[in-house]
């Protein structure tokens, strides 16, 4: 299973438990302690933020104006390449401070930054941090760049569909296509769930396209992370197809 879907698993499994919380638990295989998701939309001046960084640095970063010098917010750094934390350079007194601050409260040396930006105009960062000395950082985080990424985009998908009030084209999805979605949910692509439903791929097609019109997303793996994100994917189906 990969890191994306294991994290999708345990957020629909655990439904109770804070989104950020679930992606830390399903890296903490990697030695992953902390993480942390910001993100701020051109329309909106309040950035969204969700971290599980101890209370203590959050007020500390926000008092002294952090986002401001914070070397992984930096526009020089904004492209879609991850930020390795070792490859910062320190030269800098200020950037060295604040790192050696962010120390201080726990937040480990070493760490990622994948940037993100998407169709609404926002732009986000999904943060990742560890005790580990770089090395052995960099060792980890080059044989699992693209699933970390992965897991970035899915994470961002969620959170912000969390944060929307569902619209009524959601509640319009009929019962064959959330049957659909459900069973693509489980892995199953259309020829399989053409067999399962008693259906024509080509009709399984046009019900996913459907979906997608109706979610107002690009794609299949979108659209299914849309549905449950509102609760609209039967969970015995999901984890049926699951196995």
């Known amino acids: 299973m990969s890191l994306s879907d294991n994290f999708e698993e345990e957020l629909i ?12 638990s399903v890296l903490e295989h990697y030695g992953i302690r902390h ?79 994948i940037p993100i930006k998407d169709s609404d105009k926002r732009s986000a960062y999904f943060s990742i941090s560890t005790d580990m000395m770089s090395d052995e950082w ?50 199953k692509s259309a020829w399989e769930t053409s067999q399962i439903l008693g259906l024509s791929q080509r009709t399984v097609d046009s019900y996913i396209r459907n979906c997608l019109k109706k979610l107002e997303v690009t794609n299949k793996t979108q659209a299914v992370a849309m549905a449950a994100t509102y609760d609209l994917l039967e969970h015995d189906l999901y984890l049926q197809g699951r196995f």
């Open 138 to 187: 960099k060792k980890i985080t080059d044989e699992n760049n693209q699933s970390f990424r992965n897991l970035a985009f899915i994470f961002h998908i969620y959170y912000q569909q969390s944060k929307r009030a569902p619209k009524s084209a959601q509640a319009s999805l009929s019962e064959r296509e959330l049957q659909v979605l459900g069973w693509a949910a489980g892995g």
């Open 35 to 113: 993480v942390c998701y910001y993100s701020k939309s051109v329309t909106r001046k309040k950035p969204d933020v969700a971290t599980n960084y101890a209370d203590a640095w959050i007020d500390h970063y926000i008092r002294n104006r952090y986002h401001e010098i914070d070397p992984l917010l930096s526009r020089d750094h904004m492209g879609h390449r991850p930020i390795n934390w070792c490859e910062v350079g320190r030269d800098c007194p200020v950037v060295r401070a604040f790192f050696g601050e962010a120390n201080e409260f726990g937040i480990g040396q070493s760490g990622m930054t």
């Open 13 to 24: 499994a655990r439904p109770d438990h804070e989104i950020v919380d679930i992606a830390q």
